[in-house]
């Protein structure tokens, strides 16, 4: 069974341009979670999207959006990018349970000039 | 608001020896407990998942306990290799979301 993918691996951008990310979860799983890691803040929510709704959103600024399709393939946008944006954004699918495992993917790596 | 900690936020030992990572959290009410392991640059693997009315788990020489009511979890890793020099983090979740420790970053010397 293939894992979760994320495309692209690597991405840089300036200031106030925008940027998606897309995950592809384990085949099966029906909810998507994204995270932001940095080095200060270490991991923390974004949200979850269960079958193409958002089910849970962390406390982020609007600039943070996301939406899953039917095939619950899942993109994060990220608008107006501030160099604080700068970090290791991974996605997680799970089936969907709020006791299930989450299998996270390898991260995007973002930065932010 | 739930809040986790890990402790040490460093461990190095020598290749063989057993060893114990900690991580506390503050509201006993949770889902369950996972512990990851990160090499440098990459994502998250999850090694072990606690479900609330479980003690422990094992997987191989890993063996994670969870004592709700003091607010604890340990990870055990036996005989431990240079290939287990990771960070290590332990995450709980909550009602919605996964709330995380800042990790214990592992080095076995060989």
């Known amino acids: 069974k293939a894992g979760v993918t994320q495309t692209p691996r690597y991405l840089i951008k300036t200031r106030g341009q925008q940027v998606t990310l897309s995950c592809s979860p384990i085949?099966?799983?029906?909810?998507v979670s994204w995270y932001q890691q940095t080095p200060g803040q270490g991991l923390q929510f974004l949200f979850e999207y269960f079958s193409e709704t958002q089910r849970n959103k962390g406390n982020f600024p609007g600039r943070f959006s996301g939406r899953q399709f039917s095939n619950s393939r899942s993109e994060m946008n990220v608008s107006t990018l501030e160099l604080g944006d700068s970090a290791l954004y991974l996605c997680?699918?799970?089936?969907?349970?709020?006791?299930?495992?989450?299998?996270f993917g390898p991260g995007t790596r973002l930065t932010v000039l | 608001k739930q809040e986790v900690t890990q402790i040490p936020a460093a461990l190095s030992v020598p290749e063989g020896e057993n060893l114990v990572l900690n991580c506390s959290f503050t509201d006993s009410a949770i889902y369950n407990l996972q512990w990851f392991r990160q090499d440098p640059g990459k994502g998250l693997t999850s090694l072990l998942l606690?479900?609330?009315s479980q003690r422990e788990q094992t997987s191989g020489r890993l063996n994670a306990s969870l004592d709700k009511s003091s607010g604890r979890s340990t990870l055990y890793i036996a005989a431990s290799q240079p290939g287990d020099s990771a960070t290590y983090l332990c995450a709980v979740k909550g009602n919605y979301q996964l709330i995380w420790g800042a990790g214990t970053k592992l080095i076995i010397k060989p």
């Open positions: 085949s099966g799983h029906r909810s």
């Open positions: 606690i479900q609330s």
């Open positions: 997680a699918s799970s089936l969907g349970r709020y006791d299930d495992t989450q299998y």
